[in-house]
Every structure is written in structure tokens, then in C-alpha cells.
Nanobody, 123 residues
């Protein structure tokens, strides 16, 4: 399995931008699809975005489509989530996760999770 560490969270005003980074360790990073999942206070975890092993395929939740962009660099073992036009409803803990399922939206398919990074968007 891979180990994942997120960074880049923080406090931003509505309309602003943040870039989250997910750094992986382990030799088999390129074997895994990688997703970003978030959890707001008092709510269940929800899918945000995911990227295939090669980076050639991506998927986004409807709520972030057109505002967020996911990208990966297998050589550097990094996955970034660029978040633009942030809204207060984007406030949550954001988790990076790695898995092997072909269904990028299936949270149960992710086998390794980072510790999460807090994103707070003020109105």
C-alpha cells in the first residue's frame, strides 16, 4: 500500500483559490487511482474528484465541476487538487485516498487514506 500526506489547506475568502497537494510514498503509486474526498462537520464523506492511474481520465462531483481540477505526477508521486471560485459550502476536511477500483466514485474502493487537511471558506 501507499502512504498519503495532504497539505495546502487553510482559510480563504469566498471566490478565492487553494491548491491541495497529496504526497505519496511507496513504490507502487502508479498502480492506484487517487481521489479527493471531503467531509463537512456533521455530514458524511462525499466524493469530490478522482484521477485514473495514468492521469488520462478524471471525474468530478457535479458540485465542483468547472471549479476544481485534479492532476497527478507519477514520477513525483504527487496528486494536486486546484480549487478555484471557492464557496462557503466547500468548507470541509479534505482527504486524499488511493484505491484500485475502476469506479472512481466508490468510496469503499479506496484502501489508503491520508490524515486530511482543513479547508475553510469564509463568506
Amino acid at each position: 500500500q501507499v502512504q498519503l500526506v495532504e497539505s495546502g489547506g487553510g482559510l480563504v475568502q469566498a471566490g478565492g483559490s487553494l491548491r491541495l497537494a497529496c504526497a505519496a510514498s511507496g513504490r507502487t503509486f502508479s498502480w492506484y487511482v487517487v481521489g479527493w474526498i471531503r467531509q463537512a462537520a456533521g455530514k458524511e464523506r462525499e466524493f469530490v474528484a478522482a484521477i485514473s492511474r495514468s492521469g488520462g481520465s478524471t471525474d468530478y462531483a457535479d458540485s465542483v465541476k468547472g471549479r476544481f481540477t485534479i492532476a497527478r505526477d507519477n514520477a513525483k508521486k504527487l496528486v494536486n487538487l486546484q480549487m478555484n471560485s471557492l464557496k462557503p459550502e466547500d468548507t470541509a476536511v479534505y482527504y486524499c485516498a488511493a484505491g484500485t477500483s475502476s469506479d472512481l466514485r466508490e468510496l469503499g474502493g479506496y484502501v489508503s487514506w491520508g490524515q486530511g487537511t482543513q479547508v475553510t471558506v469564509s463568506s
